[in-house]
């Protein structure tokens, strides 16, 4: 019978080394009283050996009830040898008054061919309180209603003396500017004509001048230079002499011209000018450096020898005698 019993004891005790050697689980939460909006951290602690192998779980979110905050790394707090003390910790928020039971936190664990889920001993609770109002000793109100205050003058005295001082300056400005209209012969409605148009012959030189910088042909551009050149002498044709001379062909204004008094150098710049244009444009020409400088400066001494001259207006050598 002793000997019997030996036996099993001696069965017994892997089972029972097993058994102590499993991780060990445990749970509470930080603090288990709070105000209801109030943060609390829910803590597993597990202790277990150095090869063994355990995960925690994902917090189970109540909802509308407790949510999660932030899940925290987990942390060794004591490590002796083989032994290890491992900790999570939940941080959660609370938004129901009342007594919560958190449950019974399990963790998974592995150790060699063995896959388990362990739970902790106890469950957690939390209690959430709220906060009290005595009705009895505080009356509740409506909502005041706006006061209106009387007026008074000083709250815009500062906005009324700096408007007086800037409409005195503005008076003031445009008195100095009638008057330096005045002694000039001018008025106030002479600063908002638009400028007068150029005579024809100055419009026409500044455009020439305008074309010859910007190098076309020199760019091997000759059909836009030839038509902006035959452009500007049309444009000063139509506004001197009052030739419809845009909408003319190059032989329909040599025709009109015959009519006008012109020099004879001045016709013969004013064909070649044309007939160079034309070459240029429709028969895709490309003259020469040479050509190119002598139909600009038959173009621009052609304005110049056709301009009109305003004669001067007379004026008496002696002013009349005053009484």
């Known amino acids: 019978m002793i000997k019997r019993l030996f036996v099993l004891a001696l069965l017994a005790l892997p089972c029972a080394l097993g058994a102590q050697e499993r991780p060990l689980v445990r749970a509470h939460v930080e603090p288990d009283s709070i105000m209801i909006g109030d943060r609390f951290d829910f803590v597993i602690d597990v202790e277990k050996d150095l090869v063994q192998v355990v995960e925690f779980p994902e917090f189970d979110i109540r909802s509308g009830e407790i949510e999660l905050v932030e899940s925290c790394p987990v942390d060794t707090l004591e490590r002796d040898g083989r032994h290890l003390k491992l900790r999570k910790r939940y941080r959660l928020a609370a938004f129901e008054e009342g007594k919560f039971n958190l449950g019974v936190p399990k963790v998974l664990y592995a150790d060699k061919n063995i896959l388990d889920t362990l739970y902790s001993t106890d469950s957690v609770y939390l209690e959430v309180a709220t906060f009290q109002i005595d009705s ?37 400005a445009g008195y100095a500017l009638l008057r330096w209209l005045d002694k000039r ?36 551009r000759h059909k836009q230079y ?27 204004i040599i025709e009109a011209m015959r009519g006008e008094d012109l020099p004879d150098k001045a016709r013969m710049d004013l064909t070649a000018i044309l007939r160079d244009a034309d070459l240029a444009k429709f028969a895709k020409a490309m003259p020469d450096a040479e050509q190119n400088e002598n139909d600009y400066l038959r173009a621009y001494y052609f304005v110049e020898e056709t301009k009109l001259v305003e004669e001067p207006v007379p004026t008496d050598a002696k002013a009349p005698l005053q009484d």
Do not use: C
Request: charge should be positive.
């Open 185 to 220: 012969g001018k008025r106030l409605g002479d600063l908002f004509k638009p400028a007068p148009p150029l005579p024809p012959h100055v419009a026409a030189i500044r455009a020439l001048e305008a074309l010859h910088n910007q190098k076309l042909w020199q760019n091997n």
């Open 136 to 172: 009895t000793s505080q009356s509740i109100y409506d909502l005041k209603a706006p006061k209106s205050l009387p007026f008074r003058f000083r709250e815009i005295a500062g906005y009324v003396k700096w408007g007086i001082a800037i409409l005195v300056v503005l008076l003031a």
């Open 226 to 252: 030839y038509s902006g050149l035959s452009d500007i002498v049309r444009t000063y044709i139509a506004a001197r002499w009052k030739v419809g001379a845009m909408e003319m062909t190059s032989d329909e």
